[in-house]
């Protein structure tokens, strides 16, 4: 009579482990993961989110310069659209996986501390985080947008794709400017819900969902703030349709998309899993 094995500790735990690295994280474990870093974030010193918010503001200028380089040199095609819109995403990898302080991606990693603690402290905390995160950026993509246009840096079909962008992203009325940026804050809220079980996709999450929203004609306001710069910085737009016309109704589409609509919804949906 054959005799059953029993099964070897080891390779049961060695399973156990495969196991737990395929798994995908539920709901609640990747709220638990968003919410700690939101309150490391919320902890930082005044000076480390500025210096990181500047950094983010200046590499975010390199979504519009990889865009304009493959504008400028891909062949007039219609399908040349898709791949140009490519070079979107680089200053997003460049800022995401870099760890520094992008204003879209607090509008859920500090909402969601928020939700799980309403207080007044804790409000505080948040406004005071979102104002340093959003006026650095604000200086760094102005810096970056100086440079590309005024240094001479730029010449010839680059920099004439670069203004054509710029045109194009700032050439929306107020009520249309804020549609088009409801979008891209929900798709960077997505990204940064999504990074935790991504594990070794994250490049390919990133690359996907903002290609998506340069391809879709979504608004962005950090990479949208180098834009309206070049174009001021060049004649094409006054300083008051910028900020009026432009920064102001994409900045609150933005805020719509990443909290009232995502942010929120991905608290409701772990709300009573936490709390129990």
């Not at 040199?73 to 995403?89: A, K, M, R, V, W």
């Not at 004649?235 to 109704?249: A, Q, W």
């Amino acid at each position: 009579m054959t005799q059953e094995k029993k099964p070897n500790a080891a390779a049961t735990r060695h399973e156990e482990h495969q196991v737990e690295r395929t798994a995908t994280l539920p709901s609640r474990l990747i709220y638990e993961v968003i919410r700690r870093d939101g309150e490391e974030e919320l902890d930082r010193p005044m000076t480390a989110l500025l210096w990181s918010g500047v950094a983010a503001g200046l590499l975010i200028s390199t979504s519009v310069l990889g865009e304009a380089i493959l504008v400028a040199h891909l062949p007039d095609h219609t399908g040349s659209f898709l791949i140009e819109n490519l070079g979107y995403s680089l200053g997003f990898l460049l800022v995401i996986i870099g760890r520094m302080q992008l204003f879209t991606e607090n509008t859920i990693t500090t909402v969601l501390p928020l939700a799980a603690n309403p207080a007044p402290a804790m409000f505080v905390k948040v406004a005071r985080l979102w104002l340093t995160v959003l006026l650095a950026n604000v200086v760094g993509a102005t810096c970056a947008s100086v440079f590309l246009t005024q240094s001479g840096v730029l010449d010839g079909p680059v920099y004439r794709a670069l203004l054509e962008i710029s045109g194009h992203a700032t050439s929306f009325d107020m009520a249309d400017g804020f549609l088009k940026a409801i979008p891209a804050g929900v798709l960077v809220a997505a990204i940064v819900w999504m990074l935790p079980s991504a594990q070794y996709a994250k490049f390919a999450v990133i690359v996907t969902f903002t290609w998506l929203i340069a391809a879709g004609d979504f608004l962005h306001i950090v990479a949208g703030t180098v834009e309206v710069s070049a174009m001021i910085l060049v004649g094409g737009l006054s300083l008051t349709d910028g900020v009026g016309t432009f920064f102001v109704p994409v900045l609150a589409g933005n805020i719509v998309g990443g909290t009232l609509v995502f942010a929120l919804l991905a608290w409701a949906q772990v709300k009573e899993e936490v709390e129990k």
